[in-house]
């Protein structure tokens, strides 16, 4: 016989799962320590490099007494060991350093931007860690707005760093902000150097499209971001950073067509044609280049930068296997260093070319690990993006948007690297070390020791068995 109850038979509805306290502290952390890597040189300009790198050093004691508490899974065998080979022979050059004392400076913030990468990757999925650049790089653009519409609204004038405004004209380069904003010329955010601002702001619309493309909330708010992003890019006026946009455009056209391959093969004949393409632009632009820095408005010899090399190789030549020593960038107080190369009056403190650079301080050997580097990160990070999630018999998963970060900002910094040192410290060595021990640990967004359970991104970590 029927019976009629009043008790549902179904389970009680429940609220959906949230992300812990914890977990949003932790993620609220590493966007801090993603922000001190991307707007390194705009604190050294507000507080100036003693209280800068008292920041950097207590942030890296922060990171790691929470490695600590968390107790991430790390395979120890997919650590980046080729990154870890260069850091370690900037450390063994110490011992012969024409600049001892810079080299052991720098080399503890190159120390120290390789821990918080490693750290970063190793306690955020990469859901997570997609999220945190984004929010890094909005707390970039828009402090630099900020900043650049307090000058122009406030002060009326150029100001110098430390906050100070400036009482008589001096040259320019000297500026943290040339009060720009509103007549037109070039602006340069809170970096107090246009190139960097406009690198910056490229990293911030790659990380900001590939959200949009991977269905992050809040879209409106999130293009809107996007166009402050693209006018700060477009008013720091960089013709490096233009270049750099177009191959990071190009890469992501072959991305999209090579994820389009059905067959064994078919790649292939898109490989040759984009090496054709790739090689014949690649010539285009170096035999056109007075045509085409002509239009962007800068010399053929790329702002004086023939120059420099030409005293950068003239120098490494005197000791072409180990280098002078590691010092990125370099310090302008050193006596081989104060005075040797000088643009607009002021000592220059890098090579502007990452290569030209390593090739100084650490000679051939530098070079061919720091090419390894990033052959290794270019190679993994192609792959990554191009070949489909698979770990079974099945080959018809879609591929994730979140998969191309890690090699549109490779292009960018291949490109970047030709023209400037920055791939070298802060930012660029933070992302190639972050996605290239992300890339070998985690391989698929996703699966894997770091990203298998929910809870850990809703903040329930799970520690290893003892």
């Known amino acids: 016989m029927a019976m009629y109850t009043n008790h549902p038979v179904s389970a009680l509805p429940t609220a959906p799962p949230r992300e812990t306290t914890g977990h949003l502290l932790l993620r609220a952390w590493c966007v801090l320590v993603l922000v001190l890597a991307l707007g390194g040189v705009g ?3 507000a507080v100036g490099p003693l209280v800068a790198a008292i920041v950097v050093a207590c942030s890296a004691v922060v990171s790691a007494i929470v490695w600590i508490v968390v107790r991430p899974p790390v395979a120890v065998r997919r650590l980046p060991w080729l990154a870890f080979g260069y850091v370690a022979w900037a450390a063994a050059s110490i011992s012969w350093s024409a600049w001892p004392a810079a080299s052991v400076l720098t080399w503890l913030l190159l120390a120290i931007t390789t821990f918080q990468a490693l750290f970063i990757g190793a306690v955020l999925t990469w859901r997570d860690v997609v999220r945190a650049v984004a929010s890094a790089a909005k707390w970039i653009v828009g402090l630099s707005l900020l900043f650049e519409v307090v000058v122009s609204v406030f002060v009326r004038g150029p100001l110098l760093p430390g906050f100070v405004v400036a009482s008589e004209r001096v040259d320019p380069i000297v500026y943290w902000s040339r009060d720009n904003l509103f ?12 190139n960097l601002l406009a690198a910056v702001m490229l990293v911030a619309l790659i990380v900001f499209a590939v959200r949009l493309a991977a269905g992050a909330p809040r879209r409106t708010l999130l293009i809107g971001w996007m ?15 233009f270049i ?9 056209g072959t991305v999209l067509v090579m994820r389009t391959a059905r067959r064994p ?18 010539a285009a632009l170096w035999f056109g280049r007075d045509a085409l820095f002509g239009l962007l408005g800068r010399g053929a010899d790329l702002t004086g930068r023939e120059g420099i ?12 296997i180990v280098g002078w020593g590691f010092s990125t960038p370099w310090i302008a107080s050193e006596p ?9 009056g002021q000592t220059v403190v890098q090579a502007h070319s990452m290569w030209f650079d390593a090739y100084l301080q650490l000679g051939g050997i530098g070079v061919l690990l720091l090419a390894l580097v990033y052959l290794a990160y270019v190679w993994r990070s192609w792959f990554f993006a191009v070949d489909r999630p698979r770990w ?9 948007p979140l998969t191309l970060l890690p090699t549109l900002i490779g292009a960018l910094l291949v490109v970047l690297g030709l023209t400037e040192s920055g791939p070298l410290l802060l930012w660029g060595w933070m992302f190639v070390v972050l996605f290239g021990a992300k890339i070998k640990q985690t391989p698929l967004v996703g699966v894997g020791p770091s990203e298998q359970s929910l809870s850990i991104e809703r903040g329930e970590l799970q520690r290893p068995a003892p």
């Open 43 to 45: 604190l050294v300009n």
């Open 183 to 194: 007549d037109g010329g070039r602006i340069q955010g809170v970096f107090g150097n246009a």
């Open 227 to 241: 166009a402050v992003a693209a006018f700060l890019f477009v008013r720091a006026g960089s013709a490096t950073a």
């Open 244 to 252: 750099a946009a177009a191959f990071v455009a190009l890469v992501l």
């Open 265 to 282: 093969g078919e790649r292939t004949r898109w490989y040759l044609l984009y090496a054709a393409v790739g090689l014949g632009a690649g």
């Open 309 to 320: 090399w030409a005293d950068v190789v003239a120098r490494a030549d005197q000791h072409p």
């Open 336 to 344: 081989l260093i104060d005075g040797w190369i000088v643009d607009h």
């Open 392 to 400: 079974d018999l099945r080959a018809d998963r879609p591929h994730s």
